[in-house]
């Protein structure tokens, strides 16, 4: 009796661990790139550019798992992850340059801006060992161009014709 009582639970944990898994994701996709900008209160005013793009095999229900990552001015690039429930979004990367580990860890609040656009106001905080600091930015998705191609026409026309003379 004993063995089946086991048996019977642990395939309702079988069960339970499937139908978790096979949940699709449900919320907003916030993937895109976003121009960034800050107020740090020992750099002072910044700009930087961020990426979220949505970790599909992750993401269920209503919570999105991104990887994320900001680039500088001075092109150093943050590695980090994100995920959202709704319209709230918790952020975090690694500051590190190698000799130590420090994190930065953001809460931000996600609205519409468009049809097709987010926008988003990080509140973070970056400890150290002189107590840290904190800021927050204010990330608005870039507009995304499409590029189309030329026909072979007007590429033809647009060919400068050689020089006479």
């Given amino acids: 009796m004993k063995n089946l009582t086991l048996i019977a639970f642990c395939l309702l944990c079988i069960n339970i661990g499937v139908a978790r898994s096979e949940e699709q994701f449900a919320g907003p996709d ?4 976003y121009s960034c900008k800050g107020q740090n209160n020992k750099v002072g005013e910044y700009e930087v550019v961020a990426r979220l793009k949505l970790n599909k095999v992750s993401s269920h229900g209503d919570f999105g798992v991104y990887d994320f990552n900001t680039e500088t001015e001075n092109s150093l690039v ?3 992850q994100a995920i959202a429930n709704g319209y709230k979004l ?4 690694n500051l ?3 000799r130590s ?3 930065s860890t953001g809460i931000a609040d996600i609205q519409k801006v468009s049809n097709t656009r987010w926008a988003y106001t990080n ?10 600091d ?8 870039k507009k995304v161009v499409k590029v189309t191609k030329l ?10 014709p050689p020089a006479v003379g």
């Fill in 96 to 98: 590190s340059d190698g």
């Fill in 134 to 141: 904190y800021g927050s930015e204010y990330c608005v998705m």
């Fill in 30 to 33: 916030f993937t895109g790139v």
């Fill in 101 to 103: 580990a420090e994190y």
């Fill in 151 to 160: 026909s072979k026409k007007i590429r033809k026309s647009s060919v400068a």
């Fill in 90 to 93: 918790a952020l975090t990367f």
């Fill in 78 to 80: 943050y590695k980090g």
């Fill in 123 to 132: 509140h973070y905080y970056e400890p150290d060992e002189n107590g840290g």
